[in-house]
Every structure is written in structure tokens, then in C-alpha cells.
């Protein structure tokens, strides 16, 4: 699938999305992109994403209560996003969350940015192969840059 973006890419980068799953890995990415976004004066922009689906055996009860308590849950993550993000950098930053698998999120977001910026595990092996890699994932089908970081890496003002 091929992608055309609309608009041109900026250099140095006006809009920069950092994908949040509040791991150590993603804690380095928002700290680099808010020390690009506070270089280059850019909007910031933090992404969580979550999907979950019930399991088709759920009874419609259950998928409800299961509901309600995600609408509940959800005031408290964009708290703790808020948190997370202020932790890590001094750049101001605006904060979404987004019922969506990750990968799909963050390249829906990656449509109207300049730079994409998010942290990898490192994962290896047979457990990369189980669980994916929602960087590479990203890297192959994105439109613009992508900044990929480890948690180990050295501080960014370094």
C-alpha cells in the first residue's frame, strides 16, 4: 500500500508525534523529542494507543461492565499520560489517546507530523517474533522520519 502525503515534509521538522506505552523505552523517546521539539520549535504531540476487543465468548453483560469501566479507566490514563510526559521533558506538549492498535495509531498520526519518535524494546528472537515489533512495524509504513530509541541510550542533552 502506498501512501502519498499531501503536504511537504519540513526540515527542521514543525510538528513531531512521540508514541507513549509509559516504558522505559518511551520515556527516552519523549525526553528526544521534546529536546528536538524545544531545538527546532516544534508542537509536540504525546500518543497512547490501546485496543482492547473482548473475547467473543463475552456475553453482551460482560462486554458492557467491561465498557464502562474503559470509560471510567480512561480519565485516569490521560492523567498518567500527563504525568509521564512531564516527567521526561520541559517542552509543552499535547497529549492524545486513541482507541486504535498501536501501529495504525501512531501512523495516523504520523500523517500530519514531520518527525515520528518512539522507543523500541530491543526484542529479539523468538519473543520478537511473539509479541512484533510495533517500531519496525511503524518504520516500514511510515510517510515521514522515524526517530527509534532504546531505553539504555545516553541522555539526549549528550
Known amino acids: 500500500m502506498t501512501t502519498v502525503r499531501s503536504?511537504?515534509?519540513?526540515?527542521?521538522?514543525k510538528t513531531i508525534v512521540a508514541a507513549v506505552d509509559f516504558g522505559e523505552a518511551s520515556a527516552r523517546?519523549?525526553?528526544?523529542a521534546g529536546f528536538v521539539a524545544?531545538?527546532?520549535g516544534a508542537t509536540l504531540r504525546a500518543l497512547h494507543a490501546e485496543r482492547f476487543e473482548a473475547p467473543p465468548y463475552f456475553t453482551m453483560?460482560?462486554?458492557?461492565?467491561?465498557?464502562?469501566?474503559?470509560?471510567a479507566a480512561a480519565v485516569a490514563v490521560a492523567a498518567e499520560l500527563g504525568r509521564f510526559v512531564r516527567n521526561v521533558t520541559a517542552c509543552p506538549v499535547e497529549t492524545a489517546i486513541v482507541d486504535e492498535p498501536p501501529v495504525d495509531a501512531i501512523l495516523h498520526a504520523a500523517e500530519g507530523a514531520d518527525l515520528v519518535v518512539l522507543g523500541t524494546h530491543g526484542r529479539r528472537g523468538p519473543t520478537r517474533w511473539w509479541l512484533g515489533s510495533v517500531a519496525e512495524r511503524v518504520v516500514r509504513g511510515a510517510t515521514v522520519p522515524v526517530l527509534v530509541t532504546r531505553a539504555g541510550d545516553t541522555p539526549p542533552a549528550s
Open 7 to 13: 503536504r511537504p515534509w519540513h526540515c527542521p521538522p
Open 29 to 32: 523517546a519523549v525526553a528526544l
Open 38 to 40: 524545544s531545538a527546532s
Open 61 to 71: 453483560e460482560q462486554i458492557a461492565r467491561l465498557e464502562s469501566e474503559r470509560r
